[in-house]
């Protein structure tokens, strides 16, 4: 497989080292790149992670091959309609977002007649630290890339969305939206969610200071999340509220019986309460191809 351009929305962590695990591949022969902001567009040309900045979305995807949006996704939408009347036929489009269904309505609401070229993608991997600097490219390798295919989409469209992530390392699953955004509710936004809650009922506290200070490797493993992207994080959660706020009534109950068996003095319940968490924790295993996304996704 080679691609002539590659057209890269959104040059931060995600995108950037998508563009280099393509580019070290060999995969690519030249990328064009636009993001908001001058300065990153500059600095993704420094870094050679991008061959030429564009000053507009339109004009980076104009006779690319393969475009990746990996824009925060509460910024698809507008970025679906920049793009949308300068896009190949036959052009592949992927994004890189942690919700499908929301993305997926902006997506109908705005490609038109292209909507066939857009094959949804959520690749299972990130950093706490954002931005191109980071970039890497082997960030992708290794870990599992979610697609979440439409019923537009050509089997030429959907084999090579996996053709190209399987060439960056990583492992290929499908998913409808739906089951996607549920599993990632509970699995990956509700704890992102109760990490920032944690860290925030900590800091609001008078002694905060001296209980931080305390703090020592559990407290650090639970909330090295909380140090995510706020504005990646803020528009995650919005776009699967729905979901998120269902896991949080399962939060809720299993709270409620900590708190019950606490107000007892119920220490046999305690401990089963405890036992069953940790059966369940020590009986899963990271899958191949698994990790956790907490990166930026501009």
Known sequence: MKLQRLALIGCGLMGGSFALAL???GLVQHITGFSASEKTRQRAVE???IDQACTSVAEAVQGADLVLLAVPVGAMHSSFAA???NLQPNA????????K????????????ERLGCFVPAHPIAGKEVAGIEHAEATLYQDRRTILT????????????????????GSHVSHMTAEAHDATFAAVSHLPHLLAFATVNAIAAQQ??????????PGFRDFSRIAASDPAVWRDILNANKAEVLRQMVHLRAALDQFENALLAGNTDALQQ??????GVRSAWTLQAGNACNTASED
């Open 23 to 25: 580019r070290e591949a």
């Open 207 to 216: 002694q905060s200071a001296v209980f931080l200070d305390m703090a020592g």
């Open 101 to 112: 269904s929301d993305v997926i309505e902006a997506a109908k609401a705005t490609l038109g």
């Open 273 to 278: 309460l405890i036992q069953q968490a940790s």
């Open 149 to 168: 295919p439409l019923p537009q989409n050509s089997l030429r469209h959907i084999q090579m969305a996996h053709a190209v992530w399987t060439h960056i």
């Open 47 to 49: 870094l050679q992670v």
């Open 83 to 85: 793009m949308r009347d």
């Open 92 to 99: 592949l489009l992927m994004d890189v977002g942690s919700t």
